[in-house]
């Protein structure tokens, strides 16, 4: 529970600072899922593993947040097809960090 109160907090952070990702956030439920290595997204839930999300800084949460975001705002989950998932992961990873860093 601890872990979506920390990424709760993330997504506040992104509405008061950055209002395109925050609210676009809001549209995802958040869910605890041990099973997942670190965050994953699929256009509905937001997935967590609390082990991780636990051990981030709180300026690291809201870039993994406003990551994950944006997989959704460029129709990542959509526009994969039949492409290979972890290939197709990594390289839309390449068009998401440098936004998230700028």
Known sequence: MEAIKRVSAARRS??????????LSLK??????????????????LRVNPDYALNLKPQ??????AHEVLHCANGHTW???DRERKCW??????????IVMD
């Open 89 to 98: 992961n990594e390289a839309c990873d390449y068009a998401i960090n440098p």
């Open 60 to 65: 690291e949460l809201v870039g993994v947040v």
């Open 79 to 81: 526009r994969r097809g």
């Open 28 to 45: 995802l439920a958040i869910i605890e899922d041990a099973g997942v290595k670190t965050f994953m997204v699929d256009g509905r839930q």
């Open 14 to 23: 992104l509405v008061l600072d950055h209002p395109f990702f925050g609210v």
